[in-house]
């Protein structure tokens, strides 16, 4: 199975400040996706297709990558943003998740 | 659009089966959709367990191949998972979620359901 590895673990950042978190594919993956899970929820789609942004999520965020190396990127870090995040593949079954990355204010 | 939720018990004990149920309301679960189960464990690990096809053919991940069975019941559009023989390792939020066939994502899920196996 591909395995997903997100850096950092965590990661705190200030109003304002950007942010990037990185998912590593141990094998060539076509696109990732992106999850948001706050507390006691459960994970929302956020990114599709590497790069698309789901329904109702705000323009700061972007993604892009390609083959093994895949980020997400909040241009300015808002405190509605907190959250974990996860990516995860299916461009070979079993789809599977990376560890997480949470989010802290600072 | 459509909802998922879970139900089940929430307290298992080793060597017995985990049986979860994910009721769906605003779709029909033998339409062009797949029906899978996801756990989270403490730690936040996610691993998805499988799932059953619109058509009612299934895939599991192989690392559960042996203990799971995902079914469903047409009739109350509802799905199911059992996880035999479970272990403290199966300690998990367990979610159910949808993906359309087209697509290699997950775009609704059921809010979860914590699962504790003890004695």
């Known amino acids: 199975e591909i395995v997903l590895t997100q850096s950092p673990t965590t990661i705190a950042a200030s109003p304002g400040e950007k942010v990037t978190i990185t998912c590593r594919a141990s094998?060539?993956?076509?696109?990732m996706y992106w999850y948001q899970q706050k507390s006691g929820a459960s994970p929302k789609l956020w990114i599709y297709?590497?790069?698309k942004l789901a329904s109702g999520v705000p323009n700061r965020f972007s993604g892009s990558g390609s083959g093994t190396s895949y980020s997400l990127t909040i241009n300015t870090m808002e405190t509605e943003d907190a959250a974990t995040y996860y990516c995860?593949?299916?461009?070979?079954?079993?789809?599977?998740f990376g560890g997480g990355t949470k989010l802290e204010l600072k | 659009e459509i909802q998922l939720q879970e139900s089940g018990p929430g307290l298992v004990k080793p060597s017995q089966s985990l049986s979860l149920t994910c009721s769906v309301t605003g779709y029909t679960i033998t339409s062009g959709y797949d029906w899978s189960w996801i756990r989270k464990f403490p730690g936040n690990k996610m691993e998805w367990m499988g799932y059953i096809s619109y058509s009612g053919s299934t895939n599991y991940n192989p690392s559960l191949k042996s203990r799971i069975s995902i079914t469903r019941d047409t009739s109350k559009n509802q799905f199911f998972l059992q996880l035999n023989s479970v272990t403290t390792e199966d300690t998990a939020t367990y979610y159910c979620?949808?993906?359309?066939?087209?697509?290699?994502?997950?775009?609704?899920w059921g809010q979860g359901v914590m699962v504790t196996v003890s004695s």
């Open positions: 094998s060539s993956v076509s696109y």
């Open positions: 995860q593949q299916w461009s070979s079954t079993p789809p599977t």
């Open positions: 979620a949808s993906r359309l066939l087209q697509w290699d994502y997950f775009d609704y």
């Open positions: 297709d590497t790069s």
